[in-house]
């Protein structure tokens, strides 16, 4: 009888035990999931700030006068509007060169204002050209698929421009809900969807253009309406690009679908998440992971 009593005693001393052991082994499985979602699959990538860019390539003073036009009005517009919603904006200008444009896609930009000459190409896509003028022998590890060469009207000189194959092939990264603003003529051309398409499976969230020829002032005035109704105004895509001006052309976005044309551009600097919460709950996410710790105890 007595060794009975001793065995009743001892059994909540067994369940406390169990309990405890069970919550310090939930603690390490715990512990190890995050390791493993977080730290260990983010070790080898640094988590860049998120950015917005302006490639002004017509302001570049690399560029033939004829082909140069610079607009400091819009520019510094533009740079104000964007850092209503962006921590910084980055400017390239003499330095929009092919290598440059190889790394866009791994730098987080959200948004990219591509201000520049391009080239329609026979094989249905737009050439976007760079600052850079041509040098035989230069850039021979890309081939004639990837790299163009940009004859602009009335400009004797040639210009390096690249193509959907090199946004496909060798930019390195990828995009990641990037708003990709176009300024140049035919970006969305009907017959020279390539561009965009590259660009969208590259990442982007959405390109936007002209579906045909443009003029210089005009291009500069419609763009900052677009900005602003995107920006301050805080309009969809649809809707904001339906409210900008038209003029022997329009602007246009792709792809045409409801995620696209309902997006906003999210106001990046209101965020009071840090980056690395905001990572883990996007591994998270990702993972889809779902941990249930069910204690049962008799």
């Known amino acids: 009888m007595k060794v009975h009593e001793k065995e009743a005693k001892k059994h909540p001393l067994n369940k406390r035990f169990l309990a405890i052991s069970i919550a310090l082994a939930t603690t390490m499985i715990l512990g190890a999931v995050l390791y493993q979602l977080f730290w260990h699959s983010h070790e080898n990538r640094v988590t860049l700030p998120i950015k917005a860019a302006i490639i ?12 140069r036009w610079e607009n400091e009005t819009f520019i510094e517009y533009a740079k104000m509007l964007l850092s209503q919603r962006f921590p910084s904006v980055d400017y ?16 987080n930009y959200k948004l990219i204002i591509w ?4 080239a329609l190409d026979p094989e249905q896509y ?11 022998g230069k850039y021979e590890q890309y081939s004639k698929e ?8 009335g400009d004797p000189i040639l210009y390096y421009a690249i193509t959907p194959k ?8 990828k995009f990641e809900d990037t708003v990709i603003i176009l300024m140049s003529c035919n970006g969305l051309n009907p017959n020279y969807y390539k561009t965009a398409e590259s660009f969208i499976n590259k990442g982007a969230k959405v390109f936007i253009s002209w579906n045909g020829w443009i003029e210089k002032t005009d291009n500069d005035n419609a763009i900052s309406h677009l900005l602003k109704h995107l920006i301050e105004d805080n309009l969809t895509i649809s809707e904001a690009v339906r409210r900008t001006p038209s003029y022997i052309s329009r602007l246009d976005y792709y792809p045409h679908n409801p995620e696209v044309a309902n997006y906003r551009v999210p106001n990046y ?21 779902k941990l249930i710790f069910k204690f049962h105890m008799d």
């Open 92 to 107: 390239y200008s003499d330095n929009a060169t092919v290598e440059q444009y190889s790394k866009l896609a791994t730098l």
């Open 115 to 118: 201000r520049a000459h391009s």
């Open 56 to 67: 002004d390539q017509l302001s570049s003073s690399q560029l033939s006068d004829i082909s």
């Open 126 to 136: 737009v050439a976007i050209c760079s600052s850079e003028k041509y040098v035989h």
């Open 269 to 289: 600097k209101q965020s009071n998440i840090s980056c690395n919460s905001m990572a883990l709950l996007s591994a998270l996410n990702s993972k889809r992971v």
């Open 166 to 173: 090199f946004v496909e092939e060798c930019m390195s990264g």
């Open 146 to 153: 990837q790299l163009k060469l940009c004859n602009i009207t």
